[in-house]
């Protein structure tokens, strides 16, 4: 199947609160964006409209795409005011993604230039319901307007506000049946902010991430998504009456323990009857490589961090496995994300996962080393990867690299 989608990306009042709203830039109008559903197989095809005051292109987040259509400036030149493009991909994997911005990123994802993608298999574990959470945070001035951006905190910290959103909506109350089990698709969206996920310190299951279902389902009261990154988790059942703070727990991400903070609210309504049946094996993982594997190539984030713009990496051949250590020896965690390709993480610091799955962003903590391996498939191209803590990526925490036949 085809789905079509048109994308105008305009400015536009985005009331994200009853009494507050800032001028936003938005995919048709909407922050986040129009979702994007389509089953494995189907190819996508978006056409982008730029209406917006400046250039902007989209990366489908997470997407195995062909190199050419994702988004970055190193595969196609920006969209002009006035100009169009037109995107067109198979999706060949299952799974929660999302599709953003990749010109002058921080500002347009800021301001709301961000949607979320899901990618069904009919195979899916059934659930009683489905939602997808997208988190963000602004960050405003005394006026209530967007903070002006890029000084100097911003360029070595992020850019954090706060004004935390789900779904574009200032704190939102949800609300779910009693008795029934959800799967949740959540979304890390904001620039830098990260989020120490906890459902009233109740127990859910964390059951996918970047790259589709985990292989099996993990319980835990507690999850951190970085920037960038996607957790889906199994909630529920409650009880009828029950209400619940959804927030992120303190967190030290190198710039001291942030408080405790609410997202939304969760109030459990009138009871529904459940079909929900988690299998115990969701998927089957085959590791890419041994777990003390060497690493092919050593990235150092540090270097990465202070060498600037532009940079290049040297380029990887189809097929042949990369083993990449990420040895970040700066004061701050920095979550790498690769474009184009799922990676596994083989060690943490030394120590083995419990389990392997497919990701595309990991927060590499700060003084540690992060072990990972990836198959270059044959989609022969320009790629990159980078901080996906935005102002980061801004300042040139970066690299650009080929994929050669
Ligand atoms: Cu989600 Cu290059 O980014
Ligand atoms: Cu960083």
Redesign the pocket.
Known sequence: MVVSVELDAREVEWRFARDQAIRAFAYNGEVPGPLIEAEVGDTIEVRLTNSLPQATTI?W?GVRVPADMDG?EAVQSPVEPGGVFEYRFVVPDAGTFWY?S?TNETEQLERGLYGGLIVRDPRDPAFDDERILVLDDLKLDDEGEIAPFGDEHEHHAGREGDVRLVNGVLEPELEMPAGTIERWRIVDAANTRFVRLSIGGRPFEIIGTDGGLVPQARAATEVLLTP?ERFDLAVGPFEEGERMEIEALPYDRGKGESERERFATLRVGAADASRTEIPATLRQIDPLVEADAEPTRTISLKALMHEGHHQRADPVRVGECQVWELVNETGQDHPF?L?GFFFQVVQENGTTPPEIVWKDTVNVPRKTQTRIAWLPDDRPGEW?Y?C?ILEH?AMGMMAHFAVVP
Request: glycine residues 8%.
């Open positions: 990366h987040h970055t953003h990749h960038g994300h474009h990159m980078h996906h990526h």
